[in-house]
């Protein structure tokens, strides 16, 4: 069956007045952005409090849901048969066709949903749905009405130029369109948690950059790809990331130099916050994220994370912090950042973990522990800034 629409479901809640038109317009937007890596000719118009893609050539149905099933924002996605009207008998005819071609299962149970926005229309809804439902009957003797939950329920919409005919309902991403949130700061690494943390908060509306520190040659060019993989797999969902690349080798030598080696996790990850914090703020981000998750490694204790979160001021969301790993990983696999998180390249963190990390870091202590950076740490994290690459991920 050929769909020559598509038909966008969003959610209302919430965005009633003002909103409304900010809504509907980015995610107008982004379904444009999304459409325009596919093979084909599309339009993509607001019409009624609803939003359609028109398709204008040839097209493949796998790869248009495909970029749909990624757009923040919708709810459901309805293929749609659009016919001309030749008459009733004809819409008949195409009905039957339409259950033929789209359900080679049939369905059980189907109620007819019949509306009309063009009132000349010869019959009114309630007898096209009474004389179609009455024809789906005699066409197929095992398909039954059922009103209240029909397995299938099928739409007919009579609109000025043609006709509509849909049934199928596939579930977008849900959430809001990116943008409409304000923006956040990503601290992402190569691994598994903070690409889902991010994907988790671009899905309430927030556009995303995001830092990533490297420590060469203790962490590779290959582990660095791995981030920008990462970033662009994350940015089907968010849009365009620019990922800020720190170079934060001379940081975390000086500070295994001069601290305390089981503090050196939590020194150097107070460090990071500092930083992408300062990025965030150039950047005109509001929050940052992370991928942190309670208890999960030493660094990610209460004691821990309220340690790193001390040096900032900027409020940080940690929306994978209740998750159990295999959680967080399920996500990973559905979203599509599973496979590229598992490849094997070092991190900067390992490199230089301690055997016996603390993990009921003392602020008082830490904070006296940062006093012997005193001398060049200001320097190293204002170069630290001033040689940060920027690599625009999409
Ligand atoms: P992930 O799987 O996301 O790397 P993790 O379990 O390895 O997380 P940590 O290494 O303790 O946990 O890092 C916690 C969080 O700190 C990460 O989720 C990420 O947000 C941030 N982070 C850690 N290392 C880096 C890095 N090299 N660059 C940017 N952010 C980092
Ligand atoms: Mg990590």
Request: aromatic share 8%; net charge negative; with cysteine.
């Amino acid at each position: 069956m050929t769909f020559q629409a598509f038909l966008i479901k969003y959610a209302e809640i919430g965005i009633k007045g003002k909103n409304r038109y900010i809504f509907e317009d980015a995610l107008v937007k982004h379904i444009r952005r999304a459409l325009k890596r596919v093979e084909g000719s599309f339009s993509v118009s607001k019409a009624m409090g609803r939003i359609y893609v028109n398709v204008e050539s040839d097209y493949d149905y796998d790869e248009v849901m495909e970029a749909l099933q990624c757009i923040f924002g919708i709810v459901w996605i309805c293929p749609v048969v659009q016919i001309p009207d030749h008459g009733f008998e004809d819409l008949s005819k195409q009905v039957v066709e339409y259950i033929e071609q789209v359900y080679p299962e049939r369905p059980k149970t189907f109620k007819v949903d019949s509306r009309r926005s063009r009132k000349n229309y010869p019959l009114n809804s309630q007898e096209m749905n009474r004389e179609l439902g009455g024809i789906i009957l005699d066409a197929f003797s095992d398909m039954k009405v059922d009103v209240h939950k029909p397995e299938m329920m099928l739409h007919i919409e009579v609109r000025e130029k043609f006709i509509n005919i849909y049934s199928k309902e596939i579930p977008g991403p849900g959430g809001m369109p990116i943008g409409t949130n304000g923006k956040a700061m990503l601290l992402l690494s190569g691994g598994i948690d903070s690409p889902v943390a991010g994907y988790m908060i671009a899905k309430r509306g927030v556009f995303l950059d995001a830092t990533y520190f490297h420590a060469p040659p203790y962490t590779s060019e290959r582990a660095k790809q791995k981030v920008v993989d990462l970033a662009k797999e994350v940015a089907k969902y968010s849009g365009p990331i620019r990922l800020h690349i720190v170079n934060f080798t001379d940081i975390q030598l000086y500070i295994y130099d001069k601290c305390p080696h089981e503090e050196l996790t939590i020194i150097m990850r107070r460090y990071m916050m500092r930083i992408a914090e300062e990025l965030a703020k150039r950047s005109g981000a509001m929050g940052l994220v992370t991928g942190e998750s309670i208890g999960q490694v030493a660094s990610q204790t209460m004691q821990s994370l309220a340690a790193t979160n001390e040096v900032c001021t900027m409020p940080v969301f940690r929306p994978v912090i209740g998750f159990d790993k295999q959680e967080i990983v399920e996500l990973a696999v559905k979203i599509g950042t599973y496979e590229t998180s598992i490849q094997p390249f070092e991190d900067c963190c390992t490199i230089f973990v301690a055997k016996h990390p603390v993990t009921k870091p003392n602020i008082n202590v830490i904070r006296s522990s940062e006093k012997k950076l005193e001398e060049r740490i200001d320097a190293m994290v204002q170069e630290a800034l001033d040689t940060t690459e920027v690599i625009l991920c999409e």
